[in-house]
């Protein structure tokens, strides 16, 4: 023991720096009172106020809401699985859509008339998860050498292989003409719902009418998807979740660690792929049918888009994810709806770009201005360019005499608009200060514009740019997504 | 022996587009590591380009221009509106992400290629087009090979793809940018060093890329007619797999894997089944990354720690 002054300052000095990231506030802004507090409730607490709320949905609203809610709870399960492969093991796996199809069609086969035989649901169940854990093992051998682009690419050849194969199973050469299991491009219809201990989980209310149509298949879903999350969570908190992240932040290292790399890939794989496939066999229920058209590149990408956005290996991150994912498309469906959601999203995207409000006060008098210049001379040279209407009832009334809304040639005006939106756009990320506000109000009045005359009629476009557009973005600000941590690669 | 020969053609021809676009995907590989899904919507607006002009030249059975300016017409316009968005893509997809996780710059190649292809079905709708070509070239011009005859679009396709294609060598070859893209491919920190400007050598690459699968766009436009919103996918998937059994980062391997995959494609059509084209196709590459991961002419990749 020395007493030197000088020694024990300079201990002190090391704890100090070495305890400075405990020191530092971990949230700052306006958000950060709200989210300490969201850290300090146990993630039991969590999974128990997120199935109560989730529990209360169908008392809530009308029976075909209910279907949506079933769809987010689908596509939670889904991603959650899908995070096991890519958020967990890091493996880059986009093959990861036709496991979900594989379970899918395999309950389509055998609780249908595609075969003689009806399988009871205990019995299809755990045999389809299995088959389809056993598909993903085994597509996980080739990851013993391919790493990266290079497994990605191969699963993503499994996933169009596999979407071939069920387009033209009867064309088979070893498959004898009569027998048609998967049906082609027109699937499997009439497959029965599941039916455990008696109880037949179909389209129907609960109890006597007391909660709508759909909701036994909601609280199946929501049950599914509880026992999921604990089972995961667990799994996160064990040797095998330690194993997982280890090989994704360094495969070589922990191999160093003598984890055995290749067994927990080959896991990885495995247990994705059967939380696909059991997924897959209650959609399959659901949907009362099967169709190749379910299993393209499109879910993919929409599980995908859960994931990123909700932050990748965090279970409330992917859950939160799926609900936004899923639900806010749905929202789109509805024009009203849709018309407040994109106007709301289009304030919050000019407040983030620009990030102080009297500059966003300044761009949104300059879009108006702007609108009212462009209507002017568009209106002086070509009378048709004012003569549409706009898409929805209360907006119409606010943007019919603002915005362009195209009658003649409304097609080909809207696409080179579409165009000069997204140059806009590029120029608004590349642009500082004032500059950057002088690209956003033409940006936006383009926006607008397309928005009213084609974007507010066709839904499912709209849902399509938007998930390319939230991957893209959302790597460049927020890696982590909403509730992931950030991460460090070391090179 | 017709049958034959005429599959030949077929396959030489696909591959000299499948050529075209591998070469993208390769160069882009080499400077970045990194696999450019969207490198396929890229060249199907190529195509979309060369339809534009078509259209507002008169369409191909009412042409107010020359044939031979009309074709020159649609592969500038092709090649203009590719590079642009390859370079986009560049600029805004992949630029932010260079330092980032190795995973992050694919989940966004892949956002980006759906943006693309959602653009596409919002601008183009889901309808396909057709470029009409036997309007423009007479089906029965061209030249003769034993028994069968060669439509002339089809020389067409194959002599511009290899005339590209020894251009390309010799500029990586023989030229001061050329030998930085090699230098930034070998080693893009220490290019750097040596006072290479690598942004400019990485958008130069995606400008050239970029431009070569438009050209593929139209090629494809010209001898098989059909184009819509979704054909960058299959036909991307195809080009990479020809660039990676080319070995990945090699230029004349993009070339051979090209003309291999499309001479697989055309003999599997031809003589097991046309349905289970792309099974097979697949299947084959899925076997050659599993045998031998860095292709025919690549060489095998060291990782130092």
């Known amino acids: 023991m020395s007493d030197t002054p000088g020694d024990e300052t300079r201990i002190g000095v090391d704890q100090w720096v070495e305890q400075s990231e405990d020191r530092r506030e971990k949230y700052t802004g306006w958000t950060a009172p709200a989210r300490r507090m969201f850290d300090q409730v146990s993630p039991g607490w969590r999974l128990a106020l997120f199935l109560l709320a989730a529990a209360a949905y169908p008392f809530l609203v009308r029976g075909s809401d209910v279907r949506i809610g079933i769809t987010v709870l689908l596509l939670a399960m889904v991603a959650l699985g899908l995070n096991v492969v890519v958020g967990w093991a890091g493996l880059l796996d986009l093959g990861y859509v036709a496991f979900y199809g594989f379970g899918a069609y395999f309950y389509a086969i055998v609780a249908s008339d595609q075969l003689p035989a009806h399988w009871p649901t205990w019995a299809a169940i755990p045999v389809i998860v299995a088959t389809t854990a056993l598909l993903g093992a085994l597509l996980s051998l080739p990851s013993r050498r391919l790493v990266g682009d290079y497994l990605a690419i191969m699963t993503l050849f499994f996933a169009q292989i596999f979407l071939e194969l069920v387009r033209n199973f009867e064309r088979l050469p070893f498959v004898p003409d009569d027998l048609d299991l998967t049906g082609g491009p027109n699937g499997i219809t009439g497959v029965e719902p599941w039916e455990l201990f008696g109880f037949e989980i179909n389209s129907q209310d609960l109890f006597g009418g007391v909660l709508p149509n759909f909701s036994r298949q909601y609280y199946l879903a929501l049950i599914f998807l509880a026992l999921l999350i604990m089972g995961l969570h667990n799994l996160n908190e064990s040797r095998t979740g330690r194993a997982w992240r280890a090989l994704r932040e360094d495969t070589l290292a922990a191999e160093h660690m003598t984890i055995p790399v290749n067994r927990m890939k080959l896991l990885a794989f495995a247990v994705g792929a059967g939380i696909a496939g059991l997924t897959g066999a209650m959609f399959a229920a659901v949907q009362i049918g099967v169709f190749p058209t379910s299993f393209t590149l499109f879910f993919l990408i929409t599980m995908y888009a859960a994931v990123i956005l909700g932050g990748s290996g965090s279970i409330p991150g992917v859950v939160l994810g799926a609900i936004a994912i899923a639900y806010v498309p749905e929202l789109l469906r509805d024009p009203g709806k849709a018309g407040w959601l994109f106007y709301i999203g289009l304030g919050a995207l000019l407040y983030v770009m620009v990030k102080r409000w009297d500059h966003v006060a300044v761009t949104v008098g300059s879009v108006f201005v702007f609108g009212l210049i462009v209507r002017f001379f568009s209106g002086r040279i070509w009378d048709e360019s004012t003569m549409g209407e706009a898409n929805d009832a209360f907006m119409s009334r606010l943007m019919d005499d603002w915005v362009l809304i195209l009658d003649a040639q409304r097609d080909v005006i809207t696409n080179y608009v579409f165009v000069l939106a997204i140059v806009g756009v590029m120029l608004v990320v590349v642009a500082r200060a004032w500059w950057r506000i002088a690209a956003l109000v033409p940006t936006l009045y383009f926006a607008i514009l397309v928005w009213e005359n084609k974007l507010a009629f066709e839904p499912s476009i709209t849902r399509q740019l938007m998930f390319g557009a939230v991957l893209v973005v959302m790597m460049a600000v927020r890696p982590q997504g909403l509730l992931g941590t950030r991460r460090v690669e070391i090179t | ?305």
């Open chain 2, 1 to 305: 022996m017709e049958f034959f020969l005429q599959q030949t053609v077929n396959g030489v021809t696909l591959g000299s587009v499948y050529a075209l676009l591998a070469l993208g995907y390769s160069m882009v590989y080499g400077v970045l590591k990194l696999l450019n899904f969207a490198h396929g919507e890229v060249y199907m607006f190529g195509a979309f380009a060369g339809y534009g002009v078509l259209t507002v030249l008169g369409g191909a059975s009412a042409l107010s221009v020359p044939v031979w300016l009309a074709i020159v017409l649609m592969f500038l316009a092709a090649m203009a509106t590719s590079s642009a968005i390859g370079v986009a893509l560049e600029r805004f997809a992949y630029r932010p992400l260079r330092e980032a996780t190795r995973i992050a710059p694919l989940i966004s190649a892949i956002g980006a290629s759906f943006f693309l292809q959602a653009s596409a079905l919002l601008m183009f709708t889901a309808n396909s087009r057709t470029y009409d070509t036997p309007q423009l070239i007479e089906i029965q011009t061209g030249i003769a090979l034993g028994p069968i005859r060669v439509w002339m679009v089809r020389i067409l396709v194959i002599v511009s793809a290899v005339v590209l294609m020894i251009l390309l060598t010799l500029w990586v070859n023989r030229t001061r940018l050329g030998k930085a893209v090699r230098a930034v491919s070998f080693d893009r920190e220490a290019a750097a060093m040596m006072g290479i400007d690598v942004d400019k050598v990485i958008v130069v690459v995606f400008l050239i890329g970029s431009a070569l699968a438009g050209i593929g766009g139209v090629m494809v436009g010209l001898v098989f007619g059909r184009i819509f919103h979704l054909m960058g996918f299959v036909a991307g998937l195809k080009a990479f797999t020809a660039a990676v059994v080319g070995g990945i980062g090699s230029i004349p391997g993009a070339m051979l894997g090209g003309l291999l995959i499309g001479l697989a494609e055309a003999y599997t059509t031809g003589y097991i089944s046309s349905t289970f084209q792309n099974v097979i196709v697949f299947g084959l590459l899925i076997a050659v990354l599993l045998v031998r991961p860095s292709g025919l002419l690549g060489r095998p990749e060291l990782v130092k720690v």
